[in-house]
């Protein structure tokens, strides 16, 4: 018979309290790994595959709402991670800069004066804050890059600056991540290259010789070998008589069509964009259905080189009602009938020419026109960070010159994958956007972040030769 005095039974601990605390803290902690373990693997196998990443990632961060952010910055963190931490990047901080940046005082005759300001002999640099020398129009603008960022580096230690700064102007080089030097290379080809008898050298070529004697006389040069300096050569002729001197240089380019690889490449350099002539669609609401043009170009079609395209392209396009292809020019009302024409296409053709890239992509962007980029060759404006898939269209010019290759291709956008273009252009285009006062992440600012993300590269180069030659006795 059972006993009836049997006690249901209980954990008795007869140890003292804290040891029975220690005892239990012991047994639930290996539990409490399990499930946040498990719980990755449960939730893995309630949400499709490709979601699982995601999830993962974000069980320990905060959620966070992206919705009408741009995606540039989700598709880099370079920005996030150098950007002044508790406030917003809309006025100039010197001391939150991304990049110090020392520049030379080279007479105006290299920079200025070739805008027909000469200072009075007076000053090196003009007042900017009282009246900024114009800038000449036309063809001129669009490898106008170094007017734009030798303007901000002027302002950037004014006191009252109310726009960003990514680059502020130091005084002692030692202080400098890179060094800055002010020639408007670009301007000097398009003006001086000329030889004006009895003289037997353009003045371009003699700027680009009293250029080169100068830099690589200066401390700043022997410190670095010049790997720290900066030149604009935007211009795919500029520089041409000194380049090749000034190789170890960091180099501001529109493309490398022209140069041995030993000279300037994507490694070393940066690509900037062209200063776009079409004036810029403000207000768009011209989508998908008020766009009448299929597909656009407008230029010149007899190009050498990898331009010769263009012409096998006008014989395979010109007999299409829906595309507009046709020889242009900047003369008389040349450009207020490309932004007519750009505004109304769909897409629009960024076709090599005479070196791999042309004005007329960024001319594209500005229109809100999905480029349509031909050109193998072409390397881009902050592509590092920047998906240019997501807002234009590649083809390789083997396939372009298929017949009916290229309006297939075309007419195969759905209007739902032109609309997510076309509002990626819109979000993009400041960035390609270059002014005084410079904006938040225009191009000017971008292109000083290009150069901040080249520094690790140029200091890497910088202190590997300095190695062997503090106490150098060989020489």
Known sequence: MANSNIQPH??????????CLTFLVLLVIPYLFFWVDSGIHVVSHVLPKKKIVSVIANLNTPSRNHEGESTLFKESTFLHQHAPADEEFTQCNPSNALLKVFMYDLPPEFHFGILGWNGDGKSVWPNIRAEVPHYPGGLNLQHSIDYWLTLDLLSSRFS?????????????????????????????CNRHSKVNPPETVSTNELLQKKLVEFLTSQRE??????????????????????RM??????????????????VANVEKDIIAPYKHLIK???????????????LYFQGGIHRKNGGSIRKQLFNL???????????????ENGTDEASRGMHSSKFCLNIAGDTPSSNRLFDAIASHCVPVIISDDI???????????KFCIFVRKFDAIKKGFLMTLIRSVSREDWTQMWQRLKEV?????????????DAVQMVWQAVARKVPAIQLKVHRSSRFSRFDVST
């Open 379 to 389: 390397e881009l404006p902050y592509e590092d960070v920047l998906d240019y898939s």
């Open 221 to 242: 040069w022997k410190r670095s070998g010049g790997r720290d300096h900066i030149i604009m050569a935007h211009h795919p002729n500029s520089m041409l008589d000194a």
């Open 160 to 188: 009252d600056r109310s726009a960003p700064c990514s680059a502020v102007r130091v005084e002692d080089s030692r202080e400098a991540d890179v060094v800055f030097v002010p020639f408007f290379s670009s301007l000097s």
């Open 10 to 19: 209980r954990p008795v601990c007869p140890k003292p309290f804290v040891f």
């Open 245 to 262: 001197k000034l190789s170890p240089c960091m180099f501001i380019l529109s493309d490398f069509g022209r140069y041995f690889p030993h």
């Open 280 to 294: 810029t669609f403000v207000n768009d609401s011209f989508g998908f259905d008020d766009r009448s043009i299929l």
């Open 429 to 441: 285009e400041g960035y390609f956007e270059f002014q005084y006062p410079s904006k938040k992440d």
């Open 317 to 331: 396009l010109k007999g299409e009602k829906s595309a507009h292809f046709a020889f242009g020019s900047l003369r």
